[in-house]
């Protein structure tokens, strides 16, 4: 048992090398990236110059614009890549010719579609940490973050997309494109979850759509940390995420394997 | 007698058919199927490099994948050392060695050694036993001095030993070789040959199962071929016997001491007689003959020639060359059920 866990864990690192060189291996893209998160940032201290110092965003010390749209804006990264990175991955691998050859060797197809995002979701963590870096810079005040309750709402953010995008992986494997769905639904909660305007000012209605989104509660955990908030404090939010975590995952996985064992069936594994 | 390593029952396998949007339609959204397949078996003894030889289309490369575990028969089972592919996939998985030798089977911006240590790690490999082995099977490749080159700088030729060597990493029971000489210069095609047939086998002890639509290689590497025509094994024999099962035309060298022109239009009107070419030669007139399959075409072959105080010092039934004999079992006039 403990050496299949040890084997799981190296062929996960090995993924994770194995895409950290390949996104590497496209230079300007990757410095880009980095110009464009500070060109992000720098683009969301001059709008908030144009919000008056009496508007009120949300509680705390977070009400300021600056410091609510930044922290948002740095973690929506993370769900971009929960919703993106399986299907790219399982995309990629159709393309390149690669994916028959994973699912040759004595790895678990779980396994294959999980470690797949073990780079996406560190490099997003760096570009938030960067995000930040830079906001602070701009007057971004991290004093009073509690560390637990950040640490606790950045996995249960990301366990609770990471389901909607492995079954966008699912979708790629069976149809052998990517869904519209995963863009439609990054979109939306964009706008709906409270990233650039508090959900507050949707419509009642739309309130109920904004609750119902991941990105809604992991937006308002992840603010209340940086307010110094407790889980206790937080914990209608946790609670929800969690709950979508422990139904989402399983039928994800399922879904996922699902579609594999379908493409097996069909002989189209290997097609794109 | 110890069973097959490789047993592969009844396999049967359909897939569905493309179809336009307005066909489609047309079909009521019903999905056509085509046969891949259809009750494919053959065994494969432990230490036997057993061949899949058919034309494009014949099913050589579905039966492959499915003991790769990469599609799933309709019907029938694949069982590799007892365990059945199905039900015990990764176990089955760490026997098996797919030697995939499709460039499109790597990752195109990573040098070949990232390529292989991700390979590597993927069928459980690590540390310094992962490095040594990629030394060895690169170097069993030869391409140890190209290592650290990216991929996409590769041949084609270069790209299919990568293939080979990643196939290998492993140290499988099983391995399976889809045409791995398809785009390799002759000399290193024959240096694959002589690695599968000499060090593979001969030397490791390793079950090989190769596809290839090259003739001379199946009969110059196989302990056994199984010929494959529209999804059905037509034969299943050593490349010896393939020859007395196939029922095709028959070449036979006749030597004569003269020979006329009555003497040649009796010969050409001879039941049977499919070609005929005449030579001098120091020991008298050689016909060169084709004949049909039925027995009788010879006798009265030799009626004919033998007429007019003619002499016939010496009949020899010409080897028939590989491609002759595979373009009869594959022809539709060839009955399987005689195998």
Known sequence: ?272 | MEPDFLEVIGLTKTFPVALGFVPWLRNRGRVQRRTALEGISFGVRRGELFGLLGPNGAGKSTILRIVAGLVVADRGSVRVGGADVRSGAPDVRRRVGLCCTDDRSFYYRLSARRNLEYFGAMVGLYGANLRERIDEVVRLVDLSEDLDRRFDEFSSGMKQRLGIARGLLRDPELLIFDEPTRAVDPAHAAGIRAFLRDELVARRGKTVLLATNTLEEAWELCGRIAVLRRGRVVAVAPPSELDARAIGPVRYEITVDRTDDELLARTRAVTGLLGLEVRNAAEGVLLHVLLNADPRALTELLRAVSANGVCVSAIRPQERRPAEIFADLISEGFDAGRV
């Open chain 1, 1 to 272: 048992m403990l050496a299949e866990f040890e084997i799981g864990t190296r062929k996960v690192w090995a993924t994770f090398l194995r895409d950290a060189r390949l996104m590497m291996s496209y230079r300007v893209a990757f410095f880009l990236g980095w110009f464009a998160i500070v060109a992000s940032v720098v683009g969301l201290w001059f709008v908030s110059k144009l919000v008056p110092e009496s508007a009120v965003f949300g509680n705390g010390r977070m009400a300021t614009y600056f410091n609510y749209a930044v922290v948002n804006v740095a973690f929506v990264t993370l769900q971009s890549t929960a919703l993106l990175c399986f299907e790219n991955s399982i995309r990629n691998e159709q393309v390149y010719g690669t994916f028959e050859a994973v699912l040759a060797t004595p790895t678990s197809v779980s396994l294959v579609v999980l470690a797949a995002s073990a780079w996406a979701f560190t490099f997003a963590l760096i570009q938030v940490a960067l995000y930040l870096s830079v906001a602070m810079l701009l007057g971004l005040d991290l004093h009073h973050v509690n560390l637990a309750s950040l640490a606790i709402f950045l996995i249960l953010s990301i366990t609770a997309t990471v389901p909607i995008g492995i079954i966008g992986a699912a979708v790629v494997v069976r149809f052998k494109q990517t869904a519209p769905t995963q863009s439609i639904f990054g979109r939306a909660s964009t706008v709906l979850a409270g990233v650039l305007f508090p959900v507050s000012l949707l419509p009642f209605w739309l309130q109920g759509v904004s609750w119902m989104l991941p990105l809604t509660h992991a937006l308002a955990g992840i603010r209340g940390a940086f307010d110094g908030l407790s889980l206790q404090a937080l914990s209608s939010d946790a609670i929800w995420l969690s709950a979508a975590t422990l139904v989402l995952l399983p039928c994800s996985l399922y879904a996922f394997r699902a579609a594999v064992v379908r493409a097996k069936a069909d002989g189209t594994l290997g097609q794109y």
